[in-house]
């Protein structure tokens, strides 16, 4: 089960590594905690759209995205809380999925768990990943619904308990993977469009976090390419995903990371497969 906070993070994190599952007969649930309302047209190609229209549209591209990883895919039903902006911050948006009492924003996501037995959930660090309100929400959910599915005691009435084993935070574009892919374009004479960026980061000492799980995927990164183009209002087909030739991602970081964050069974670190120990 990979837990996402809108429509089109399940197709920029993990997304090759969900497709290698599926392609080797795993289950694949993604659970996606919002509908991605209040989010921005990142495709110069679309004009602005309302909210209603853009929770149509992107009802829409999660169905093709989906398709396209060969995953299963559930909506949690909470509403996008948009990304504020300005100093200060306004407040949220009454009745958005970060305003949400935790333990009833967790409710659906543990008869989720509870139905569909999850061995593996993957979802956000403690940060989000990156400072989004349902980034941050979508982490504390996951957490607790890992903790608490298999409890009795918690949340009755939704389902048999299940406890799942092991607990994964999603590593995205870590400064590593941005530089290797940088340094390989400059030494091939391309230009790349990581420079900035990695100035950016490093000026600002983001903490890199420890990847543990290194899932090799490469053969994989159409698959994720066509979830990518899926979510067309989110996505420019001549931007930033999209800037790499696939050759020399392929080459240089034909792999996907991921944190162990939690796991009821024994394993061994370094790991290269989400279920070691659970086989």
């Not at 995205?65 to 009454?94: C, I, N, T, Y």
């Not at 989720?112 to 959910?141: E, K, L, N, Q, W």
């Not at 995927?217 to 931007?239: M, S, V």
């Not at 930033?240 to 996907?256: D, L, N």
Request: proline share 10%; hydrophobic share 40%.
């Amino acid at each position: 089960m990979a837990v996402h906070a809108h429509p089109d993070d399940e197709s920029s994190k993990g997304a090759a590594t969900t497709a290698r599952y599926v392609a080797e007969g795993v289950e694949v649930l993604v659970v996606t905690c919002t509908g991605g309302e209040r989010g921005d047209v990142l495709n110069p190609q679309y004009g602005p759209l309302d909210p209603e229209h853009m929770g149509e549209i992107r009802r829409a591209e999660m169905a093709a995205a989906a398709a396209a990883l060969g995953v299963r895919q559930q909506w949690l039903g909470f509403v996008d809380s948009g990304l504020p902006e300005g100093d200060p911050l306004p407040p949220l948006p009454d009745g958005c999925f970060a305003l949400v009492p935790l333990e009833e924003a967790t409710a659906p996501l543990v008869e989720a768990v509870r139905a569909f037995r999850p061995h593996v959930i993957t979802t956000y660090d403690p940060s989000g990943g990156y400072p989004h309100p349902d980034h941050v929400m979508c982490h504390r959910v996951s957490v607790e619904a890992f903790a608490a599915a298999g409890d009795p005691q918690r949340y009755p009435g939704l389902g048999e308990p299940w406890t799942p084993l092991k607990l994964y935070y999603n590593h995205g574009f870590s400064l590593a993977r941005l530089r290797a892919l940088h340094e390989a374009l400059v030494e091939a004479g391309r230009e790349s469009p990581f420079g900035d960026w990695i100035e950016s980061r490093v000026a600002r000492e983001i903490p890199e976090r420890q990847v543990t799980t290194t899932i090799r995927c490469e053969q994989y990164f159409p698959a994720r390419d066509d979830a990518l183009r899926a979510h067309a209002t989110q996505i420019d087909p001549d931007g930033f995903f999209f800037a790499i030739p696939r050759s020399v991602e392929a080459a240089q970081w034909p792999t996907e990371e991921f944190e162990l964050a939690e796991s009821r069974v024994p394993t061994t670190l370094p790991e290269d497969d989400l279920f070691a120990g659970v086989r």
